[in-house]
């Protein structure tokens, strides 16, 4: 099993509507997990971090955490043409300062 | 704000050419890497390093090695660049005392090996 999986295919959202974007990870003690925003051509930004259960906003962003399912997943809330990227899920690797990245989702956000 | 910077955007270099890119942090911060991303393949690490003229192979270092001379560079070395090196470089930092450890990207090298 690797890692992190991210298992969805291109997602097109209409602009207004929820984007929602799932991952998995394989280590149970993993103990942060990161979302990163990479635009077409550009590095990998990070936009939320999270290492509690639960929901954590942060303007139109929201990440959920459930430990017990090992998933981690993000929410954009009325979508914009410019959240259309590819969004790599991240989680920090257990004993070491290492990060295991997913191949990331792609989102389209249409006018 | 945590700023990366790669030497380069875009580097063109022939086949067995040794290439430097290089890569600095102004955050004093301990860690750094240097990944790859490839289409489909996603992030691959290559190298890290915890400190000063320490480094560690990540997933795949054959035909690379790295240089960290000072805390706030970290160079990826080439020895004999070969065409399917041809590829996005990515550096990027975290701060070891961090009990998060996000990671910061610089810009991104494009190169291109002919």
Same mark, same amino acid.
């Given at each position: ?5 991210? /298992? ?10 929820? &984007?929602?974007? /799932? ?7 993993? #103990? ?5 925003? #990479? ?12 290492y509690?259960?639960g ?7 929201? &990440?959920?955490? @459930?430990?017990?399912? #090992? ?5 954009i ?7 259309? &990227? ?10 070491? /300062?290492?990060? &295991?990245?997913?191949?990331? @989702? ?6 | ?13 022939? $086949? ?9 942090? *102004?955050?004093?911060?301990? !860690? ?5 991303? *490839? ?11 915890? *400190? ?6 990540? *997933? ?14 970290f ?8 065409? !399917? ?15 998060? !450890? ?9 190169? $291109?090996?002919?």
């Open positions: 099993q690797k890692e992190v999986e991210q /298992n969805s295919g291109p997602l097109s959202v209409p602009e207004g509507a929820i &984007a929602s974007l /799932n991952c998995t990870y394989s280590d149970r003690v993993s #103990q942060s997990f990161f979302w990163y925003r #990479q635009y077409s051509g550009k590095s990998p930004e990070l936009i939320m971090s999270i509690s259960n929901d954590k906003e942060d303007g139109r962003f929201t &990440a959920q955490l @459930n430990k017990a399912s #090992q998933y981690v997943s993000l929410l809330r009325d979508s914009q043409p410019s959240d259309s &990227a590819t969004y790599l899920c991240a989680v920090r690797v257990r004993g070491n /300062n290492r990060l &295991a990245f997913g191949k990331g @989702n792609q989102v389209v956000v249409i006018p | 704000d945590v700023k990366v910077t790669q030497s380069s955007r875009y580097l063109v270099k022939r $086949t067995g050419e040794k290439v430097f890119l290089e890569c600095v942090q *102004d955050m004093d911060h301990e !860690n750094m890497f240097w990944y790859r991303q *490839d289409p489909g393949l996603g992030l691959r690490l290559i190298y890290f390093s915890y *400190d000063v003229k320490m480094k560690e192979k990540g *997933d795949i270092p054959e035909g690379y090695s790295v240089s960290r001379e000072k805390k706030e560079r160079s990826l070395i080439l020895e004999s660049a070969s065409t !399917n090196q041809t590829s996005m470089y990515l550096c990027a930092s975290s701060d070891g005392g961090s009990t998060e !450890n996000e990671q910061f990207f610089g810009p991104g090298t494009r190169l $291109t090996v002919l």
